[in-house]
C-alpha cells in the first residue's frame, strides 16, 4: 500500500547508488525518509530491460521514481509500465548537467524550455495518478536570474504540478564536470526561500550542500522540506535521527549494530536469489564512520567482497573489526 508523502526529508537520486539494495539499507535506519531511485531514462524502460531498472523491494516505500527524459508520448508511454510497481511519486530530473544527458537534450537543459518541460509534465499528470514533482536548479548557464527561475517555475506549476525539488546552485552546461557542478556553483539558499514565499501554495523541497539535521530542521523553518545527497550515502548513520527529530517520531534511535545485523539479513536473502554481494555491501561502507574500527571494516569488505565465491561471511567477518560491536 502506497504511503501518503511527507516530504520534509528526502534522500537525493543518485546515479550508480541509490540502486535498490542501497534504498533497502538506508529503510532499515529512518522509515519516514523519502527515497528516490536514481535516474532512470525513458529509453531504458521502453527499449531496454524495464524490469530490471524498475524492480523494487517491498519494503522501501515510501519511494519515488526519478526519469530523465523530454519526449512527452515517450514519458506517457512509460507510465503504464512504472504503474506495475509500488512507487509513490515520480519526478522528472530538469537539474543534471552531465554531457550524456544535455545529448539526450533532458536535464538542466530543460530548464531553458520551460514550455517543453510543462508539456512532459501535463503528459506525466494525464497518463498517471501518482504525484508527479520537477527537481530542477535555480538557473542554467546565463539564465541565472530570478526572474528566469520565477517564469519557469509558475511555466510548470500551471499544469497543475505542485511539488518542486530545488537544487540551489545553477547548473553550467559546458566547462564543469558533473562533480563540479556539485560544487562550484555558489549556493542561494535565500533565492529558493524566496521562491516560496512568491509561490506560498507550492511545495517547496530544498537541495545542495545540506549535511546535518540541524541544518535540515534550519531549512524546514522557510521552506517544506529537504533532500540530502551524498552526505546521506557515504554518511548513512546521519538518518538515524530523521524519524524523531523531523518526523516527530516517538521512538529510540537505532543502532549500527541492529541495522547491520538487519542488512546482514537482507543480504543472505538477496543472495539465495542470486545477488552478489559486492553489488550490497558497498552501500554500508560508510555506516560506522567515526567509530572504532571504521577503517578496518571498510577495508575488509572493499578486499573480500568481489568475486563469484564472497559470502556472507565477508560481512560477519567485516563486523567484528568494528570496536562498537565486537
Known sequence: MRKKLNRKFCVAPMMNWTDRHCR???RLISSEAVLYTEMITTGAILHGDAHYHLDLNSDESPVALQLGGSNPQELSKCIKLIENYSYDEINLNCGCPSDRVQNGMFGAVMMKNANLTADCISALLDASKLPISVKHRIGVDDFDSYD??????ETVSNTGCKVFIIHARKAWLKGLSPKQNREIPELNYDRVYQLKRDFPELEI???GGISSI?????????????????EAYTNPYLLAEVDQKIYGKKKSVIKREEIAEKFCQYVDNEMVKGEKLHSMTRHILGLFRGVKGAKQFRRHISENAQGEKASIDVLYNALKKVGEIS
Open 214 to 230: 540541524h541544518d535540515s530542521v534550519d531549512h524546514i523553518h522557510e521552506l517544506d522540506g529537504v533532500m540530502i545527497g551524498r
Open 205 to 207: 523541497i530544498i537541495n
Open 24 to 26: 533497502s539499507f538506508m
Open 148 to 153: 528566469f527561475l520565477c517564469d519557469f517555475v
